[in-house]
């Protein structure tokens, strides 16, 4: 039996050796790559407006001489003489003609009694004026709220330092330009007159539509006392009091002077930019949550802008006259960033983030063609819209803008 037990002994198999768990962190992933999303606030652009363009007289230009034709002015207008006479037919009916043209017309209208002459003439304008604005106009764009998304690598720590570590990243953003200046410039206004006979009648009211007026009248007899009927009726008669001017102009003079108070020009950019970003991140982690990020790189602006330029005359006499030119531009801008954060974790895989920058980017010019949509007056009487070609223009600057950012970070 002893040796049965021997045997039994040399058989039995070594208790199973229990797992030593002590270097179990070493088996658990780490999160190397960080998301980050979040808001992005950039002070805005700064503009340089400047330039010269036109506005032409929104009226058609009207011939000098013509009689009965169309002719609309900013304080008015004449129009063909309408006027009719009654003919017996000679079997209890009448038909209507038109009177035998005399150069008058009763058909007209004006706005002021300022348009009429001291020597009893009424006179009807047209306005159109180039700028002459030799001055450059700067101005500061409101800063913009916008969006970010970026996304970086940890690639370790650096040997002298435990607490120093360094990524990769890289992100794009987007954000508005907002900028606008508006001021009065010198012009050269341009002034048609065109002067029409009155005929030594005295005009109705202004503002007045003159057309084929009459009134009634009451029939006296020599001692003034009025006339009736066999029913004790007064007698009346109606009586045409229709204010008669010339059809056509008995005189036209055209005249330019230089103002600083009747054109307003308004410059208006706005548009937008992504900016795409990337480069190294120094990390420095005092506390296991806690991490101050610095970093720099390179960055490339894909920028797309629509610049308006509205100009105003504001003339004499009559409404106001609007031109508006406006073009569309995209283009490429490098330039560079210096970035420095605050990040701290919520938990090991989403924390938050708070930071500031600055950048620079260069600048680009947008022009606009301001030949103008209408036709300008001359000292010639000449339709100069397309021999005469006016720009405006802007100077964007992205330089020397800084901001902050703020959001949301997520480990995996």
Same mark, same amino acid.
């Given at each position: ?5 021997d045997? @039994? ?15 179990? @962190? ?12 979040? /808001? ?14 036109i ?7 009207? @011939? ?69 604005d ?6 500061? *764009? ?12 940890? /690639?370790?720590?650096?040997?002298f ?12 953003s ?7 200046? /508006? ?36 029939? =006296?007899?020599?001692? *003034? ?13 109606s ?11 008995v ?8 103002? =600083? ?9 706005? *548009? ?31 920028? *797309? ?51 500031v ?12 063609? %301001? ?22 223009? %802007?100077?964007? @600057? ?15």
């Amino acid at each position: 039996m002893g040796g049965g037990d021997d045997e @039994d002994q040399k058989n039995k198999q070594p208790p199973v050796e229990i797992p030593d768990f002590s270097n179990l @962190d070493e088996y658990i992933y780490q999160p190397k790559s960080n998301l980050n999303f979040g /808001m992005r606030y950039i002070s805005g652009v700064k503009s340089h407006f400047s330039g010269n363009g036109i506005i032409g007289a929104p009226q058609f230009l009207p @011939d000098a001489t013509a009689p009965n034709i169309v002719r609309v002015y900013n304080d008015g207008r004449v129009d063909p003489d309408g006027r009719t006479a009654s003919i017996d037919n000679g079997n209890g009916t009448s038909s209507s003609v038109a009177v035998s043209a005399d150069g008058k017309t009763q058909q007209w209208q004006y706005d002021s009694s300022t348009q009429v002459t001291s020597d009893g003439y009424m006179q009807f304008h047209i306005y159109s004026a180039q700028t002459e604005d030799a001055l450059s106009h700067s101005s500061s *764009g409101k800063g913009t709220l916008g969006m970010e998304l970026t996304s970086s690598r940890d /690639m370790g720590n650096i040997n002298f330092g435990k607490n120093l570590s360094w990524k990769l990243f890289g992100g794009v953003s987007i954000n508005d330009i907002q900028d606008a200046y /508006m001021t009065k410039v010198s012009a050269n206004v341009t002034t048609l007159t065109d002067t029409y006979d009155l005929y030594g009648q005295t005009p109705p009211q202004a503002p007045s539509t003159e057309g084929a007026n009459s009134s009634t009248v009451t029939l =006296t007899d020599s001692t *003034g006392a009025a006339l009736t009927d066999s029913s004790g009726n007064p007698v009346t008669v109606s009586v045409n009091t229709t204010t008669l001017i010339s059809n056509a102009p008995v005189n036209r003079s055209i005249s330019s002077a230089l103002d =600083t108070t009747s054109v307003t020009n308004h410059w208006k950019l706005h *548009g937008g930019y992504f900016e795409f970003r990337g480069g190294p991140i120094l990390t420095y982690s005092p506390a296991e949550r806690l991490h101050f990020n610095l970093s720099a790189g390179p960055a490339i602006l894909y920028v *797309g802008s629509n610049l308006a330029v509205t100009s105003v005359l504001a003339p004499a006499a009559g409404n106001q006259t609007v031109e508006t030119a406006a073009s569309d531009k995209s283009i490429l801008l490098f330039g560079g960033f210096v970035d420095a954060t605050v990040q701290y974790d919520l938990n090991e895989r989403a924390g938050l983030y708070v930071g500031v920058f600055y950048q620079e980017a260069g600048t680009y010019k947008q022009n606009v063609d %301001a030949s103008g949509a209408a036709p300008m007056l001359n000292g010639s009487y000449n339709d100069i819209t397309k021999t005469w070609t006016g720009t405006y223009s %802007a100077k964007v @600057d992205f330089t020397n803008q800084s901001g902050f950012r703020s959001g949301l970070t997520y480990k995996f």
